[in-house]
Nanobody, 124 residues
């Protein structure tokens, strides 16, 4: 099992930026990829972005494409989510996850290990 700890969340005005980090420990992380998800109050957890074992493969939800960038530093066992041009609708708890299934990238069921989440609040 891999342990994941997110950081970097906070309160930001609309149009601002934040960089989330997800530090992994335990077994080798992200062998099949890593993902970021978010969950707003009263809503289901939704896919945000994913990255393969190398940066050659990345996926983004349509709602964040062009504004968010996922990256990873395997030497530091860390995956990042750079969030620019933030909107109030981006407000949510953001989770990173370690992909355990190779059949899909966006369902939560494809990821076995999850962090505790970090709150992102975007004010208008």
């Amino acid at each position: 099992q891999v342990q994941l700890v997110e950081s970097g969340g906070g309160l930001v005005q609309a149009g601002g930026s934040l960089r989330l980090s997800c530090a992994a420990s335990g077994r080798t992380f992200g062998v099949y990829g890593m993902g970021w998800f978010r969950q707003a109050p009263g809503k289901e957890r939704e896919f945000v972005a994913a990255i393969g074992r190398t940066a050659a493969i990345t996926y983004y939800a349509d709602s964040v494409k062009g504004r968010f960038t996922i990256s990873r530093d395997n030497a530091k066992n860390t995956v990042y989510l750079q969030m620019n041009s933030l909107k109030p609708e981006d407000t949510a708890v953001y989770y990173c996850a370690d992909r355990s299934q190779t059949t899909a990238w966006t369902p939560t069921a494809a990821y076995a290990s999850w962090g505790q989440g970090t709150q992102v609040t975007v004010s208008s």
